[in-house]
């Protein structure tokens, strides 16, 4: 697998469509799984949210959460009028296909 990863000249238009009896993965199944495995496998701290933190920073080289800053644009959290502790996401228009993919 590693190695079709690293021939791969094209991820952005590289698909993996499982075939016809083929148990397939939604995203959101991949980074549970991704969560698991920082668990099972980190041993940097007991709480587990620092664990899955740190598998993501140290194993798969993502940046600290603390320096990713919101981007200008992104959705803001509106109180809603009456309502203790109660909130909504606000919609920004976007005409990136990606961007739309990814909410």
């Known amino acids: ?3 079709i990863y690293n021939e791969d000249t094209n991820p952005q238009q590289t698909t993996c469509e499982p075939l ?9 199944e991949f980074i549970f799984l991704l969560g698991l495995i920082a668990v099972s496998h980190m ?6 949210s620092q664990k ?3 598998f993501f920073v140290e194993k798969l ?8 800053k919101q981007a200008a644009g992104s959705p803001s959290r509106i109180k809603v009028a009456g ?10 228009d976007s005409d990136s296909e990606l961007e739309m993919d990814e909410q």
């Open 1 to 3: 697998m590693l190695k």
């Open 43 to 48: 041993e940097t701290s007991a709480l587990v």
């Open 83 to 92: 309502e203790e502790d109660e909130y909504y996401d606000e919609e920004v």
């Open 61 to 68: 080289n993502f940046r600290p959460s603390n320096s990713i």
């Open 52 to 54: 899955i933190e740190d």
């Open 20 to 28: 016809n009896g083929e148990p397939g993965l939604l995203f959101h």
